[in-house]
């Protein structure tokens, strides 16, 4: 309830799309890239197509970077990204950038880990492997697993940039390639601790706090946790109508229903 | 007149796809030495890949493919033998059909199953006896093992159906048993076989990206264990081709690419050597 109320709130400024708007529109569209999105997106996706069985939309992960290099290379349509580009990306690829969400990034545990918060200073050893066993977080003696996103991954761009301050991430961190798959380890090993979007977080994981600050949609919205980025959907030059059309479309009130059913922020710029 | 064009078609395609994989070696050949003038070689000989400090040393990598491929290779060569032997050797016609069909369905799995099924069964039973072991170097080899099974099993199976056709009846008559004329007979006489099989079975276990994608944990550190994570040459490429074209991360999995190109070359060259009777 919390979430539509805070979606509504935030869709003041949005746009009156609908998937109406895509009447008289046909053709293909296909979008990859970014992990976070798909849930959401996927959801969009199939009101769309229920209503116009002349559009063919299709969406795939990859990673951030995937999509980046493929809309570049005029491979998709669209990339779905979890960073800003950075500026060569921008130029080479001719970028155009469309926020539709805010999405923050949390410290995820196994539901059976008793911890509820952790310090910079915690965060940053236990990344760095300086502190590999519970016990020297005041728990039972139990090994540390830890578990990162591949170098690609805004998420763990993000992560280390916001909430490690960009300190070390050990090299015996297990590295996953994805959002889901990242959930699947951390809900099957009671040791785990790694970094997921605030989207894709449910009862099989635990959020926890960093610095006393709980990773929630409202504390994402008011700025008190700083751990958090923006979802884009990138065209290379500018869209062309289908593309914009779904764009419009996910930044429209329509939309922001789904992009905050997914635990994210809408957003229209 | 057909058979003529169809063989010349046939010579026509088959040059053609040489072609094609000589042209990727040689290119991935050219791109690496471009790469040595841009860093030295040794940084790339090194077991350090932290791109942070500019260091692409890939021999983790490659020392960690090594590990799970053979692990995997003595596990499938003692599953696959095992099947084999009882097929040969049973009399009961169910025991066999079953065997056979179920490792005919194993070569239909996609290897994403495989790696699936085993991240909710094989990860979580390991774990329970080593907390600290979860996505690892063993849970990647014992999957990789079943993908191998029924290469390595149709092989084996292939060679000792083909010498007890020829030599079967004669070895009875002369009195042996079933028994002597498997171990005595068919696996002195199939060695060469056998060892074929295995060295594809082995080139498999180096390519396959699905399972130690999933499964090894892709760590950076060094293994020193089976129980722990570690990452492959093609899991390698995998993570790290959606970087910057630009980047030296991106420009270094050429070598990689180059290094299993030319394992899988070696291997294919030892298995034409292997003079089969």
């Known amino acids: 309830m919390k979430k539509l109320l805070l979606a509504l709130l935030c869709s003041v400024s949005l746009s009156f799309g609908s998937v109406e708007s895509f009447s008289g529109l ?7 890239g970014g992990t976070a999105h798909i849930k959401c997106e996927k959801e969009a996706i199939k009101n769309i197509m ?3 069985s002349n559009i063919s939309i299709t969406i795939a992960g990859g990673g951030s970077g995937i999509g980046i290099k493929q809309v570049s290379s005029g491979l998709i349509n669209l990339a779905n990204s979890g960073r800003k580009p950075t500026d060569s990306e921008i130029k080479k690829g001719d970028l155009k950038l469309f926020r539709f969400a805010v999405d923050g990034i949390g410290i995820v545990l196994n539901p059976k880990n008793p911890i509820s918060n952790l310090t910079t200073k915690q965060l940053q050893d236990i990344f760095s492997a300086k502190i590999v066993n519970y016990k020297e977080l005041g728990l039972k003696s139990a090994p540390i697993n830890l578990y990162t996103r591949d170098e690609s991954s805004a998420t763990r761009k993000v992560f280390w940039k916001k909430a490690l301050k960009k300190s070390d991430i050990a090299k015996s961190a297990r590295v996953i390639s994805s959002n889901a798959a990242m959930k699947t380890a951390i809900k099957n090993d009671p040791n785990a601790i790694g970094i997921l979007s605030l989207g894709m977080i449910d009862d099989s994981v635990k959020a926890v706090s960093i610095n006393g600050i709980y990773p ?3 504390n994402v919205k008011n700025s008190s946790y700083t751990v958090a980025r923006g979802l884009y959907l990138l065209s290379s030059g500018e869209p062309k109508v289908l593309a914009k059309t779904y764009i419009d479309y996910l930044r429209s009130i329509e939309g922001a229903k789904i992009v905050s059913k997914y635990g994210f922020i809408a957003v229209d710029k | 007149m057909i058979n003529k064009i169809f063989s010349k078609s046939l010579l026509l395609f088959t040059s053609f796809s040489s072609g ?3 042209s990727i070696f040689f290119l991935l050949g050219y791109i690496c030495l471009d790469l040595f003038t841009l860093l030295d070689i040794s940084n790339f000989l090194s077991f350090d890949w932290d791109v942070q400090k500019d260091h692409y040393g890939i021999l983790t990598m490659l020392f960690t493919t090594i590990v799970i491929s053979f692990l995997a290779l003595i596990l499938t060569f003692i599953f696959s033998f095992c099947i084999c032997s009882t097929i040969f050797l049973s009399k009961s016609k169910i025991l066999i059909l ?3 069909k179920t490792v005919l369905l194993m070569s239909a799995i996609p290897t994403i199953i495989y790696a699936f099924a085993a991240l909710f069964t094989i990860v979580p039973f390991i774990s329970s006896y080593k907390p600290s072991s979860t996505l690892s170097i063993l849970v990647a080899s014992i999957v990789l093992s079943l993908l191998l099974i029924p290469t390595m099993s149709l092989i084996f199976l292939n060679i000792f159906r083909t010498l007890a056709k020829k030599y079967q009846r004669v070895c009875m008559n002369l009195g042996l048993s079933a028994e002597d004329f498997f171990f005595k007979f068919v696996i002195k006489n199939a060695y060469k076989n056998i060892i074929q099989g295995v060295i594809l079975a082995l080139s498999r276990a180096i390519g396959d990206t699905m399972i ?12 020193i264990s089976v129980f722990d994570s570690g ?7 995998a993570l790290i081709f959606a970087n910057d074209y630009d980047s030296m991360a991106f420009k270094a999995i050429f070598l990689c690419a ?5 394992s899988n070359f070696l291997l294919i060259m030892i298995i034409k050597s292997i003079k089969v009777k």
């Open chain 1, 26 to 32: 046909e053709g293909s569209l296909n979008i990859a």
């Open chain 1, 50 to 52: 229920r209503k116009h």
């Open chain 1, 216 to 218: 929630s949609l409202e």
């Open chain 2, 20 to 22: 094609l994989v000589f």
């Open chain 2, 98 to 100: 079953f065997l056979e």
């Open chain 2, 212 to 223: 130690v994608l999933m499964l090894a944990g892709n760590a950076l550190s060094f293994p």
């Open chain 2, 231 to 237: 990452r492959t040459l093609t899991s390698h490429i």
């Open chain 2, 258 to 262: 180059f290094l299993l190109l030319s």
